[in-house]
């Protein structure tokens, strides 16, 4: 699994922006996937997560209603659409993969994630 996240950039409150996530290897088909944001001296903060198939999806409170998770197996790549964007969503996004297909409990425990891309959203 290498993951690399691309998207990101300054974006005005109550813009969009979508990130892109691309799994160069080839197991992303068999695992569920997601999104989590870091800012400094925080705690990783999950977003938002989809099973390998694409039928079950979740997301953290903060952003429900306003970001949407998709995955595309074909192209091995996770999406996440921003919408609604406000300052507080300022942070560092990262694209993750669990070991398995379907979403765990845990839901900030993934199994591998790569470089973030970061997301300022100015007021």
């Known amino acids: 699994v290498q993951l690399q996240a691309s998207g990101g950039g300054l974006v005005q409150a109550g813009g969009s922006l979508t990130l892109s996530c691309l799994d160069s290897?080839?197991?992303?088909?068999?695992?569920?996937a997601g999104w989590f944001r870091q800012t400094a001296g925080q705690e990783r903060e999950f977003v938002a997560a989809?099973?390998?198939?694409?039928?079950?999806?979740q997301y953290g409170d903060s952003v429900k209603d306003r970001f949407s998770i998709t995955r595309d197996n074909a192209k091995t790549t996770l999406y996440l659409q921003m919408d609604n964007l406000k300052p507080e969503d300022t942070a560092v996004y990262f694209c993750?993969?669990?070991?398995?297909?379907?979403?765990?409990?845990?839901?900030?425990?993934?199994?591998?994630w790569g470089r973030g891309t970061l997301v300022t959203v100015s007021s």
């Open positions: 989809i099973s390998r198939g694409g039928g079950s999806r």
């Open positions: 993750g993969e669990y070991r398995t297909g379907l979403i765990p409990s845990q839901t900030t425990d993934f199994a591998f």
């Open positions: 290897g080839d197991a992303f088909k068999n695992h569920a």
